[in-house]
Protein backbone atom coordinates (compact mmCIF):
# COMPACT_ATOMS: atom_id res chain seq x y z
CA UNK A 1 0.00 0.00 0.00
CA UNK A 2 1.76 3.35 -1.08
CA UNK A 3 2.32 6.26 1.74
CA UNK A 4 -0.57 8.86 1.76
CA UNK A 5 1.40 12.37 2.19
CA UNK A 6 -1.41 15.35 3.04
CA UNK A 7 -0.29 18.48 1.82
CA UNK A 8 -1.48 21.63 3.13
CA UNK A 9 -0.93 24.86 1.63
CA UNK A 10 -3.07 27.78 0.41
CA UNK A 11 -1.08 28.22 -2.87
CA UNK A 12 -2.52 26.16 -5.45
CA UNK A 13 0.54 25.98 -7.61
CA UNK A 14 3.18 25.02 -4.70
CA UNK A 15 -0.01 22.29 -3.92
CA UNK A 16 0.25 21.39 -7.61
CA UNK A 17 3.98 21.25 -7.99
CA UNK A 18 4.16 19.21 -4.64
CA UNK A 19 1.54 16.63 -5.53
CA UNK A 20 2.99 15.91 -8.96
CA UNK A 21 6.68 15.14 -7.70
CA UNK A 22 5.78 13.28 -4.97
CA UNK A 23 3.24 11.16 -6.74
CA UNK A 24 6.08 10.66 -9.42
CA UNK A 25 8.01 9.05 -6.35
CA UNK A 26 4.84 6.42 -5.41
CA UNK A 27 3.30 8.44 -3.37
CA UNK A 28 -0.59 8.95 -2.84
CA UNK A 29 -1.57 12.61 -1.96
CA UNK A 30 -3.97 14.06 0.18
CA UNK A 31 -4.64 18.01 0.05
CA UNK A 32 -6.11 20.39 1.75
CA UNK A 33 -5.97 24.41 1.34
CA UNK A 34 -6.76 25.96 4.96
CA UNK A 35 -6.49 25.02 8.46
CA UNK A 36 -9.97 23.43 8.68
CA UNK A 37 -9.91 21.29 5.79
CA UNK A 38 -6.48 20.32 6.94
CA UNK A 39 -8.26 18.40 10.10
CA UNK A 40 -11.05 17.21 8.45
CA UNK A 41 -8.34 15.58 6.17
CA UNK A 42 -6.06 14.11 9.05
CA UNK A 43 -9.23 12.72 10.79
CA UNK A 44 -11.07 10.86 7.85
CA UNK A 45 -7.81 9.65 6.11
CA UNK A 46 -4.84 8.83 8.29
CA UNK A 47 -2.16 10.34 6.20
CA UNK A 48 1.31 8.61 6.75
CA UNK A 49 2.86 12.49 7.01
CA UNK A 50 1.85 15.81 6.88
CA UNK A 51 3.29 18.75 5.16
CA UNK A 52 1.62 21.77 6.69
CA UNK A 53 2.55 25.75 5.46
CA UNK A 54 2.48 27.72 8.19
CA UNK A 55 0.44 30.74 6.78
CA UNK A 56 -3.15 29.08 6.26
CA UNK A 57 -7.03 31.01 6.34
CA UNK A 58 -8.93 29.59 8.87
CA UNK A 59 -6.46 27.78 11.35
CA UNK A 60 -2.97 29.02 10.80
CA UNK A 61 -0.50 25.75 10.62
CA UNK A 62 0.70 26.01 14.36
CA UNK A 63 -3.05 25.91 15.17
CA UNK A 64 -3.54 23.03 13.06
CA UNK A 65 -0.49 20.83 14.60
CA UNK A 66 -1.12 21.63 18.35
CA UNK A 67 -4.86 20.02 17.52
CA UNK A 68 -2.95 17.02 15.53
CA UNK A 69 -1.09 16.49 18.55
CA UNK A 70 -3.81 16.29 21.08
CA UNK A 71 -4.64 12.81 19.43
CA UNK A 72 -2.01 11.72 17.45
CA UNK A 73 1.94 11.94 18.62
CA UNK A 74 3.40 9.68 15.50
CA UNK A 75 2.17 11.11 12.65
CA UNK A 76 5.28 12.92 11.29
CA UNK A 77 4.36 16.61 10.62
CA UNK A 78 6.76 19.10 8.78
CA UNK A 79 6.06 22.55 8.48
CA UNK A 80 6.66 24.59 5.35
CA UNK A 81 6.94 28.10 6.62
CA UNK A 82 8.17 31.68 3.90
CA UNK A 83 9.18 32.86 7.49
CA UNK A 84 12.84 33.42 8.76
CA UNK A 85 12.38 34.33 12.20
CA UNK A 86 14.04 31.75 14.86
CA UNK A 87 11.34 31.82 17.28
CA UNK A 88 8.56 31.01 14.48
CA UNK A 89 10.82 27.44 13.96
CA UNK A 90 11.27 27.01 17.52
CA UNK A 91 7.63 27.63 18.24
CA UNK A 92 6.67 24.68 15.43
CA UNK A 93 8.74 22.08 17.10
CA UNK A 94 7.90 22.74 20.54
CA UNK A 95 4.00 22.45 19.76
CA UNK A 96 4.73 18.60 18.16
CA UNK A 97 6.48 19.30 14.49
CA UNK A 98 8.71 16.76 13.69
CA UNK A 99 10.72 19.08 11.04
CA UNK A 100 10.47 22.36 9.26
CA UNK A 101 11.69 23.77 5.75
CA UNK A 102 11.77 26.99 4.71
CA UNK A 103 10.44 28.63 1.14
CA UNK A 104 12.07 28.29 -1.44
CA UNK A 105 13.19 25.04 -0.48
CA UNK A 106 14.99 22.25 -2.94
CA UNK A 107 12.48 19.64 -4.20
CA UNK A 108 15.22 17.20 -3.26
CA UNK A 109 15.59 18.33 -0.19
CA UNK A 110 12.10 18.08 0.95
CA UNK A 111 11.72 14.61 -0.52
CA UNK A 112 14.55 13.14 1.13
CA UNK A 113 12.94 14.66 4.77
CA UNK A 114 10.04 13.21 3.53
CA UNK A 115 11.50 9.44 3.10
CA UNK A 116 13.62 9.40 6.33
CA UNK A 117 10.40 10.56 8.65
CA UNK A 118 8.21 7.77 7.00
CA UNK A 119 11.81 5.56 7.29
CA UNK A 120 11.82 6.13 10.91
CA UNK A 121 8.03 5.33 11.39
CA UNK A 122 8.34 1.39 9.20
CA UNK A 123 11.41 1.02 11.45
CA UNK A 124 9.35 0.75 14.61
CA UNK A 125 6.26 -0.71 13.50
CA UNK A 126 6.51 -3.90 14.45
CA UNK A 127 9.39 -3.68 17.76
CA UNK A 128 7.89 -4.44 21.38
CA UNK A 129 8.22 -2.89 25.05
CA UNK A 130 11.92 -2.85 25.49
CA UNK A 131 13.84 -1.96 28.89
CA UNK A 132 16.94 0.22 28.76
CA UNK A 133 19.36 0.72 31.55
CA UNK A 134 17.88 2.99 34.71
CA UNK A 135 14.43 3.56 35.72
CA UNK A 136 12.33 3.97 32.63
CA UNK A 137 10.60 1.76 30.51
CA UNK A 138 10.81 1.99 26.84
CA UNK A 139 7.68 1.14 24.65
CA UNK A 140 8.88 0.76 20.94
CA UNK A 141 5.35 0.49 19.81
CA UNK A 142 3.99 3.16 21.46
CA UNK A 143 6.51 5.47 21.19
CA UNK A 144 6.39 6.67 24.36
CA UNK A 145 8.72 5.95 27.82
CA UNK A 146 7.19 5.47 31.27
CA UNK A 147 8.40 6.64 34.22
CA UNK A 148 6.73 4.76 37.55
CA UNK A 149 4.32 3.25 35.13
CA UNK A 150 3.12 6.79 33.74
CA UNK A 151 3.56 7.05 30.43
CA UNK A 152 5.43 10.74 29.64
CA UNK A 153 3.15 11.17 26.23
CA UNK A 154 6.60 12.05 23.86
CA UNK A 155 5.98 12.65 20.29
CA UNK A 156 7.80 10.40 18.41
CA UNK A 157 11.07 12.16 17.27
CA UNK A 158 11.33 12.52 21.09
CA UNK A 159 11.06 8.58 21.57
CA UNK A 160 13.42 7.95 18.63
CA UNK A 161 15.98 10.60 20.33
CA UNK A 162 15.65 9.41 24.01
CA UNK A 163 16.13 5.30 22.48
CA UNK A 164 19.10 6.44 20.65
CA UNK A 165 20.68 8.29 23.59
CA UNK A 166 19.57 5.31 26.29
CA UNK A 167 21.12 2.90 23.87
CA UNK A 168 24.65 4.09 24.38
CA UNK A 169 24.93 5.32 28.04
CA UNK A 170 27.12 7.52 28.90
CA UNK A 171 28.86 8.05 25.15
CA UNK A 172 28.41 11.44 23.73
CA UNK A 173 26.68 12.67 20.66
CA UNK A 174 27.51 16.17 19.00
CA UNK A 175 24.47 17.47 18.08
CA UNK A 176 25.57 17.10 13.91
CA UNK A 177 25.94 13.38 15.23
CA UNK A 178 22.41 13.13 16.86
CA UNK A 179 21.04 15.36 13.32
CA UNK A 180 22.30 12.52 11.35
CA UNK A 181 21.48 9.67 13.53
CA UNK A 182 18.16 10.48 14.61
CA UNK A 183 16.86 12.83 11.81
CA UNK A 184 18.31 11.13 9.56
CA UNK A 185 19.79 14.35 7.57
CA UNK A 186 23.62 14.51 6.27
CA UNK A 187 23.40 18.09 5.78
CA UNK A 188 19.50 19.13 5.96
CA UNK A 189 18.37 20.88 8.74
CA UNK A 190 19.40 23.21 11.66
CA UNK A 191 20.98 22.32 14.81
CA UNK A 192 18.65 23.98 16.78
CA UNK A 193 15.97 21.25 16.19
CA UNK A 194 18.12 18.64 18.46
CA UNK A 195 18.55 21.55 21.12
CA UNK A 196 14.90 22.08 21.22
CA UNK A 197 14.33 18.76 21.11
CA UNK A 198 16.18 18.06 24.17
CA UNK A 199 14.82 20.91 26.22
CA UNK A 200 11.29 19.35 25.38
CA UNK A 201 12.63 16.13 26.26
CA UNK A 202 13.97 16.98 29.78
CA UNK A 203 10.28 18.96 30.21
CA UNK A 204 8.56 15.26 29.98
CA UNK A 205 10.42 12.78 32.08
CA UNK A 206 12.72 14.92 34.39
CA UNK A 207 11.80 15.34 37.78
CA UNK A 208 13.34 18.82 37.34
CA UNK A 209 14.23 19.83 33.61
CA UNK A 210 16.73 22.86 34.90
CA UNK A 211 18.77 19.95 36.93
CA UNK A 212 18.53 16.74 34.68
CA UNK A 213 19.24 13.28 35.70
CA UNK A 214 19.21 11.36 32.58
CA UNK A 215 19.74 13.58 29.48
CA UNK A 216 22.93 14.82 30.39
CA UNK A 217 25.08 17.80 29.20
CA UNK A 218 28.36 17.47 27.89
CA UNK A 219 29.33 21.61 27.84
CA UNK A 220 30.69 22.55 24.51
CA UNK A 221 30.28 18.43 22.81
CA UNK A 222 26.72 17.57 23.11
CA UNK A 223 24.35 15.61 24.93
CA UNK A 224 24.59 11.92 26.60
CA UNK A 225 22.11 9.25 29.16
CA UNK A 226 22.84 8.63 32.30
CA UNK A 227 21.38 5.33 32.80
CA UNK A 228 21.20 6.27 36.79
CA UNK A 229 18.54 9.18 36.28
CA UNK A 230 21.55 10.95 39.38
CA UNK A 231 22.07 14.26 38.44
CA UNK A 232 25.83 15.69 37.40
Known amino acids: MSKRVLIVDDEKNIVDILSFNLKKEGFEI ?25 MLPLLDGFEVCRRIRQTDRITPIIMLTAREEETDKVLGLDIGADDYITKPFSLRELQARIKANIRRMDAHASEDVEDKPGGL ?15 AQLTQREFELINFLAASPAKVFSREELLSKVWKYDYFGDLRSVDVAIRRLREKIEED ?5 YIMTKRGVGYYYEPSGGEQ
Do not use: C, K
Request: charged residues 20%.
Open 30 to 54: LTAYDGEAAIDQFMRNNPSLILLDV
Open 137 to 151: VFDNERFDVFINGIA
Open 209 to 213: PRHPG
